[in-house]
């Protein structure tokens, strides 16, 4: 009989996916014991976004957590999830750091590190897997699953024998958007267990799409070893399948599961009780739970689509989603076909709002598409389009090898400018992967955690308009082409897919009235905004020569740096943008004469 292992996470995936990871230690504490009797292959506990908020909003140390955990569970695997070269977030940071941070997880109690790239690069993975292979833990090399014309099976497989030369003990395929089918999934992991039959395999999905019970059992007839899979009362919808079904299932067919059940339908009634009160509390939203389709026909994880919708709507100009949703997959294209995950995800459907709204592809170019161009982001699955790198980089060079190998190390140097600021190393740690969430959390802790009139959970409520916290839910009417549509999604690494029903035939939303350009006097130069957005720099004075290209104002929209550069040589005669303000498409910046 084979056997098929399962991995908890419902204190990290499901958690982040279901509630935004608002979830306190002291609040699961008294199941750790019963989840460590079960029998899992791992419980996924730490990671993702749980290091952020336990800093944020829950005012733990995730370090501290981590310790807890490990105490309570000492006879189950911990396991974390690290984003190779950008650790927790989505910069890439030198190698010493990236070693550091390795190595006090495994101190202070990981066993498995899940490690994945968002550009499927493995120079990316390569120094954490060979740190967590060093520190004597158990590295899963993971591919960010996506569909494009350039990944093809073969490239999966090419990248699962990359990362068992580089140490990796397992192989994860990660589909955080859910919309790996069966077949697909059966397809590919046949493939990688012809080609690597002893390497185990992981299988990491979101129930998002109601894909996820038929990708498992199409998997594990391919040969798949574990399936990630969360309690009952915290799966579906955004979240895994349910451990106790798939568990269910899987021995029907005959299936080895050595799982507790007593000590499931123990964990299961607690976590019955946590989804009231956050029910309760209004921090679950129940259309997280649901099952959602839409992602399939658009292609679009839903947090990429709920971005769009925000962006659009900060422009007032929700009218132009269609148009938006058209763009975004020749901007992937352009692009190289990065896998739509944070923060590709994010670089795309901006630069397709932009090429839209501007009525001009790539005329408005972000610093981080720049970047990404560049390649700092690492090596892109297809080569960039040459004619839209040329236009969005200029003469500026490309990075030559991999970009953390121009980075200087960091750790020790943060250490000493920190001084006693910092109680231990894993402090630095936090402080560098968050700099001012760690700052204040410092300070709060120096000051014994005064009461904030804020709950944590309001921050989880905050408006999509805005930044969308992870797993937040938005719900609101727009209107496209004539036609109003009910739109609803969660926010998250679960990729929820965005609900857009049609309600009823209503006017087409007037765009904003914008300002008229303002006329430069005989022999100046009026250098306009070329988008709504915000002040975020003046990088010129009065009086100032400055040259063509060379840049004025930076200015920050949807969430990105936009530089507005010298149209022509000149001196600056005077600068009517202000630090702070807002602007909209034409206002006057700067006068050239
Ligand atoms: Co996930």
Redesign the pocket.
């Known amino acids: 009989m084979r056997k098929v292992q399962l991995t908890e996470t419902v204190l990290r ?1 499901a958690n982040q ?1 279901l509630i935004a990871t608002r979830l306190p230690y002291s609040k699961f504490e008294p199941i750790l014991e019963t989840i460590d009797k079960t029998g899992y292959y791992s419980a996924e506990v730490w990671g993702g976004a749980t290091f952020d908020v336990c800093l944020r909003y829950l005012r733990e140390d995730p370090w501290e957590r981590l310790r807890k955990i490990r105490a309570k569970m000492p006879n189950t695997k911990l396991q974390m999830l690290l984003r190779g070269q950008n650790i927790l977030g989505y910069k890439h940071y030198p190698d010493d750091v990236v070693r550091k941070f390795v190595e006090h997880s495994v101190k202070n109690g990981i066993d498995i590190i899940r490690i994945f790239d968002a550009l499927n690069d493995v120079r990316n993975l390569e120094v954490a897997i060979d740190e967590t292979v060093k520190q004597g833990a158990h590295a899963s090399g993971t591919i960010s699953f996506t569909t494009s014309p350039v990944h093809t099976r073969q490239t999966f497989v090419d990248m699962v024998k990359d990362l068992k030369g580089m140490g990796a003990s397992s192989i994860c395929i ?1 589909d ?1 958007a859910g919309i790996m089918g069966p077949q697909e999934a059966y397809d590919l992991v046949s493939a990688i267990k012809d080609a690597e039959p002893d390497m185990p395999l992981v299988i ?1 999905t ?1 129930c998002t799409t109601g894909l996820a019970f038929m990708t498992y059992l199409k998997c594990v007839e391919a040969g798949a070893d574990v399936l990630d899979c969360a309690i009952s009362p915290m799966s579906g919808g955004t979240s895994q399948p349910a451990t106790e079904t798939m568990a269910y299932a899987l021995r029907e067919m005959g299936y080895q599961v050595d799982l507790d059940d007593k000590m499931l339908t123990k964990t299961a009634d607690f976590f019955k009780g946590v989804r009231a009160d956050f029910l309760k509390d209004g921090v679950l939203d129940p259309i997280s739970m649901a099952t959602d389709t839409q992602c399939l026909s658009y292609q679009i994880p839903g947090g990429m689509l709920s971005n769009l919708i925000s962006q659009l709507k900060t422009m007032n100009a929700i009218h132009k989603l269609d148009e938006a949703l058209l763009e975004t997959p020749r901007v992937r294209k352009d692009l190289g076909y990065p896998p739509l995950v944070t923060p590709t995800s994010q670089l795309v459907g901006s630069q397709a709002v932009q090429n839209v709204l501007a009525g001009e592809r790539y005329k408005v170019v972000g610093k981080e598409i720049k970047a990404y161009c560049r390649g700092e982001y690492g090596r892109t699955p297809a080569p960039i389009d040459p004619e839209v790198q040329k236009k969005i980089l200029g003469d500026t060079p490309l990075v030559e090898g991999r970009f953390a190998d121009g980075l200087a190390p960091e750790f020790e140097k943060t250490k000493a400018e920190l001084g006693a600021t910092a109680k231990s190393d894993e402090d630095v740690l936090s402080y560098i992967a968050f700099p001012q969430v760690a700052m204040a959390f410092f300070k709060d802790r120096e000051a014994g955690f005064p009461k904030k009139e804020e709950p944590p959970k309001a921050a989880a409520k905050a408006a999509p308009a805005s930044a969308p916290a992870a797993g937040s839910t938005f719900n609101y009417i727009v209107n496209v082409n004539g036609n109003q549509y009910a739109v609803a999604g969660v926010v998250g ?2 990729a929820a897919p965005v609900a857009a029903t049609k309600v009823a035939p209503a006017p087409v939303a007037a765009p904003a009235t914008q300002a008229a350009p303002t006329a430069p006097a005989a022999g100046e130069t009026a250098v306009n905004s070329p988008m709504p957005g915000n002040v975020f720099k003046v990088e010129c004075k009065v009086g100032q020569a400055v040259n063509a290209g060379e840049p004025l104002i930076i200015l920050e929209a949807m969430k990105m740096e936009i530089e507005v550069a010298a149209p022509c040589a000149g001196t600056v005669k005077a600068i009517s943008a202000t630090v702070g303000s807002a602007v909209n498409t034409d206002d006057l910046l700067v006068t050239l004469g």
């Open positions: 995936d996916s990660k955080m990491h979101h690494d679960a």
